[in-house]
Structures are given as structure tokens and as C-alpha cells.
């Protein structure tokens, strides 16, 4: 019997996780106890309107991390994406077939990065630390640094229309949420990736092509930060040429802070959306606290080294609990 | 099926890496149910020797034949489909990934396979994972343990369970025992006896002569990329091999 208590507590503790769990735990507690309106309905509310903006973003680069790249150009194609989609319109062209395009525009970037990623035999870092700088360049050519103009009468309600005290992005969150889980945990290309992270020369050496898998997941990271671009210039009805800036680093955090590894071969769905829950607790308890938002990214930094460190003493201790 | 020829013949195989000659017109071959030690110092030429064998590059000259019939290799998967596992070293293993999805990468088991969405089978990848394991004699105390906390000797034993399991004909084991314990390199031992049980060779890859020389029927040694001997253990002695290998 006591075994068996054992043995379950045991199966929690391995659960790969635990860490974010505990994590998010702490975070909604504290700020509960700092001012308990931030469990209010209508603050939860407030929380779940703008997640799927990180939250999207957070699964694409969780992707690509587990396949062992990284990608710091989303917070630009973040941008880039949704005033395409607007200067696409005000051309004159029509709205389904502009989105497309700007969506379209999104994997090609992913594309971009990749095949110069792995046809140059480079660190993704530098590649997509140079491409961060192109598309948010081209972004100020094509503004002039000035918000475009937002086109009017365009269907944003298939995004970001509100339902109840909710809004449509959380149901396209929820839904892409469960589809990047089903592609990482249960199919043939979720282990490929995470072979390709884990090991690439074992994964070529068992007939997993590599190259070909990093290239998708490229395109899958860029192409869901454009598609998150465009909920929020929805949301916001604007597209300012500064959207987005610095997105690589919370969607990185909100990865990370879920357990997946900069070195590839490790991560999951579920822990990153408990990252980018962890982040927007804390940007938003922060209000609530009344602590001046300049604090924002204090936290977030601590928080991420804290949870590296708790996830790698966690990993360290149920090793031992298993043998 | 004739199985008194060979399973595998090399014929004058050379291979340039820019202007250094890995291999100067190595002819190799293994036998069926037959352990082939291939010894030689670092720098020998056995890697490059196995690369070309298991399809990572091809020879820039020679011929290689594969039950008789004359094979070209454009990737280590055409190697694979024909029966030829590799096991490397320190890559034979993803250490993060579970043994079972370890065993099942690049041939997982599907439910639903509509091309580009594979559906995994995972139910029947534990069952078969598990008799997998049964077949080496390894209790692990479940398929979904991570391979990171095997002893380096299990984990040659899971890479031989695999190899097992989708009914290679040759397996080519890379440094088998580097690094491991004597309690353990036996064990590995066992496990290349073994696959000769079961009708498949081997080719058993070392500097070290001691660990070869008991489970090998033939010894090839290399030297600067030439063969330089090539002996039915019967018909040679510890000492001399020793001998050949230490000469400049």
C-alpha cells in the first residue's frame, strides 16, 4: 500500500513538467496573496485575451529548440507578416487571398532561415540573428516608421472575435496547441525531431534526414509567429512597426521555463504552455501589484534561470529516485 | 538460400580524402554466421572502411557485393534496407529519448500511415520493444525508461536487441567495449555470440585484441590503409597478431 503511494508519487515527480507545474503554482499563489482581484473573472479574462499572442509563438520556437535550432527573427516576422497583410489590402487586393499570402510569406521566411541554416552549415543563431534584423529593417523601408494604415471592414472576427468573455484567438491557441502536441508526441516527424535534437549523427545514422526536419520545423516556427503577428494587429486594429519587438526572448523564456533545452532533443507542449502562462501571470500580477511595469523583465529573468536551475536539480533527483 | 559463399565482399576498395589514401586496395569479406574482429591502430583506415560499407560514403574504387549480388550505396538507409545495422560508439543512441522510441526511430510502427501524418503505433511498439529486449536478456525496468540512465554496456545491448529485432543480416559494432567494465564488456561479449546464434554475423570493430580475440573465427588487421593480415583464429595465435600490429 505504502509502496503504491510511493510508486505514484514517484510517476508525478518524473512527469517531464513537474518543474513548470510547481512553477505556475507558486506564481498564481503569490500574486492571489498580493491581491487576491487577480483570480477575478474578469482578470482571467484580461490574461486570456493575450496569451495566444506569446502563447502561439512560444509552441513554434519549442519546435524548432526540441530539433535543436533556434530562431530570434520571429519577433520580426511577428511584425513583418501582419503589415504585409495590411499594405497587401490597401493595394486593393482581396482579404482571404492576401492573408494567405502573408501567411505564405511566414514559411518562406522559415524556409529562408533554414536553407541558409543548413546549406552553409552555420549556427542558427547567427543566421536568424541576421534575418531578425533584415525583416524588421524591411519592416521601417516599407513604414517609413509610421503605423500604416489599418484596413477597414476586414473579417477579424475569425481570430480574434469575442465569445462570451473570451475571444476566438484562444480557441485557435487551444486548437494549435493540441496539434503541435500531436505531431511532437505521436507521430513518426515528433520523433524525428526529437532525434535530430538529441543526436543528429545517430539520427542520420538510423535514416532520419535531418536536414529535412529542421528545414520544417523552420518553417512551422516562422510561419505560427506570423499567424500570432496577425492576431494582434487584428486585436489591436493597428499594425505598428514596432510590434513584437523582444517576443523572441519571452517566447524563448516561455520555452525554456517549460523545460525545453537550448540544446535540443528535450522539450514539450505542455510545459510550454505553462511557460507562457508563467510569463503572462507575471507581467499581468505584476499590475495588479501596482509595481511599476519596468519590473516586468526582472522577473522574467529570474524566473528563467530559476526554473533551468530547478528543472536540471529535478532531472538530477528522480534520476536517482528511478535506479 | 546458398549459404556457403560469402555475405559480404569488398573488392579493391580505395578511398582518397583529399589527397591522403584512406584505403589502398582492401579487399574484405564476411562470412555467414560469421564473427569478423577488425583490428588496427587509430588512424588505420577500419572507420572509413565500415563508413563505405554502411553507405555513408562510396568507394572511389572497388566494388562491394551483398549475398552475391553487386550493391551501390547512395545513403546509410539503402545499407539499413538491406540488412546492415551500424552500431556506433557514442551515436548508436539519442540518450534523451526513451528506449523504445530509440529502437522504433526511422522505422516506427504506424496506426495510421496517410504519408505525411504518421500516426504512432505506441501500444505495439512497447509490446514488441519489450520481446525486443527479451531477445538480449536485458531486464530494464520499462521501455519508457530514457536511455541516458543505461550503463554504456545496456545500451549496446538495446542497439543489439534492435538490430535483432528487425532481422539484420550483419552487424558491424564500432569500439563495442571502449569504456565500459570487464563485468559489462562480457556481457557485450555475450551479446555478439549471441547474434552468431541467431545466424547473424558480425564484424566486431577494436584496437584491442584481447576483447576480440575470444569471440572472433577470423581476424583482419589494417594498417595505413592496407590490409596487413587476415587469419582464421585457428590458424593464429595471440602473439602473432600482436606482432603484426606493432610493427611500424
Not at chain 2, 529502437?103 to 510502427?109: K, M, S, T
Request: net charge positive; charged share 15%.
Amino acid at each position: 500500500m505504502q509502496n503504491n503511494i510511493l510508486n505514484r508519487v514517484k510517476r508525478i515527480l518524473i512527469l517531464r513538467e513537474i518543474s513548470s507545474f510547481i512553477m505556475v503554482f507558486v506564481v498564481i499563489l503569490v500574486f492571489f496573496i498580493i491581491s487576491p482581484l487577480f483570480l477575478s473573472k474578469e482578470n482571467i479574462g484580461v490574461i486570456l485575451e493575450i496569451i495566444p499572442e506569446l502563447g502561439i509563438v512560444a509552441l513554434g520556437v519549442t519546435m524548432l529548440l526540441v530539433s535543436g535550432e533556434i530562431d530570434l527573427s520571429l519577433g520580426s516576422v511577428f511584425c513583418f507578416c501582419p503589415i504585409i497583410l495590411a499594405s497587401l489590402i490597401e493595394k486593393g487586393m482581396s482579404f482571404p487571398l492576401s492573408f494567405i499570402i502573408s501567411l505564405l510569406l511566414g514559411i518562406g521566411i522559415g524556409y529562408i532561415n533554414g536553407f541558409i541554416t543548413i546549406t552553409f552549415a552555420i549556427p542558427s543563431f547567427i543566421t536568424t540573428l541576421g534575418t531578425m534584423l533584415v525583416w524588421r529593417g524591411g519592416v521601417l523601408l516599407l513604414t517609413g516608421g509610421w503605423p500604416p494604415f489599418f484596413p477597414s471592414g476586414i473579417p477579424t472576427w475569425f481570430l480574434v472575435g469575442s465569445v462570451g468573455i473570451l475571444r476566438m484567438s484562444l480557441f485557435w491557441y487551444a486548437g494549435l496547441t493540441v496539434l503541435m502536441w500531436f505531431i511532437l508526441e505521436r507521430t513518426d516527424f515528433g520523433n524525428w525531431m526529437f532525434s535530430t535534437g538529441g543526436n543528429p549523427v545517430a539520427a542520420r545514422a538510423m535514416g532520419v534526414d535531418t536536414g529535412r526536419v529542421k528545414m520544417a520545423c523552420f518553417m512551422i516556427c516562422s510561419l505560427l509567429a506570423g499567424f500570432a503577428g496577425i492576431i494582434q494587429s487584428f486585436r489591436l486594429e493597428a499594425t505598428l512597426p514596432s510590434m513584437g519587438t523582444g517576443l523572441e526572448m519571452d517566447a524563448i523564456a516561455a520555452s525554456v521555463i517549460g523545460g525545453t533545452s537550448l540544446a535540443g532533443g528535450m522539450g514539450t507542449v505542455i510545459g510550454t504552455t505553462i511557460g507562457s502562462f508563467v510569463i503572462r501571470f507575471i507581467d499581468n500580477g505584476l499590475v495588479m501589484a501596482r509595481a511599476p511595469s519596468y519590473w516586468f523583465r526582472v522577473f522574467i529573468g529570474i524566473v528563467t534561470i530559476f526554473a533551468v536551475i530547478f528543472n536540471t536539480y529535478l532531472r538530477e533527483r528522480t534520476k536517482r529516485f528511478r535506479c | 538460400m546458398d549459404r556457403s559463399g560469402f555475405l559480404v565482399e569488398m573488392k579493391n576498395i580505395n578511398k582518397w580524402f583529399g589527397g591522403v589514401c584512406a584505403l589502398k586496395n582492401v579487399n574484405f569479406s564476411v562470412g555467414y554466421d560469421e564473427i569478423v574482429g577488425l583490428l588496427g591502430d587509430n588512424g588505420a583506415g577500419k572507420s572509413t572502411l565500415i563508413k563505405i560499407l554502411s553507405g555513408f560514403y562510396p568507394p572511389d574504387e572497388g566494388s562491394i557485393f551483398f549475398e552475391g549480388k553487386e550493391q551501390h550505396f547512395t545513403s546509410p538507409r539503402d545499407a539499413r534496407n538491406l540488412g546492415i545495422e551500424t552500431i556506433y560508439q557514442e551515436a548508436a543512441m539519442i540518450p534523451k529519448m526513451s528506449i523504445l522510441r530509440n529502437i522504433f526511430v526511422g522505422r516506427e510502427l504506424n496506426k495510421v500511415n496517410l504519408g505525411v501524418v504518421r500516426y504512432l503505433d505506441i501500444p505495439r511498439m512497447e509490446v514488441e520493444s519489450t520481446r525486443a529486449l527479451d531477445g538480449v536478456d536485458l531486464r530494464l525496468r520499462s521501455p519508457h525508461a530514457l536511455v541516458d540512465e543505461l550503463s554504456g554496456g545496456q545500451r549496446q545491448g538495446v542497439a543489439i536487441a534492435r538490430a535483432m529485432y528487425f532481422k539484420s543480416k550483419l552487424v558491424i559494432l564500432d569500439e563495442p567495449t571502449n569504456n565500459l567494465s570487464v563485468k559489462e564488456s562480457a556481457k557485450v561479449l555475450q551479446f555478439i555470440r549471441d547474434l552468431k546464434s541467431l545466424g547473424i554475423s558480425s564484424i566486431f570493430i577494436s584496437h584491442n585484441l584481447y576483447h576480440v580475440y575470444p569471440v572472433a573465427d577470423r581476424i583482419v588487421v589494417l594498417s595505413h590503409g592496407s590490409k596487413i593480415g587476415d587469419f582464421k583464429k585457428e590458424e593464429t595465435s595471440i602473439e602473432e597478431i600482436t606482432k603484426l600490429m606493432v610493427l611500424p
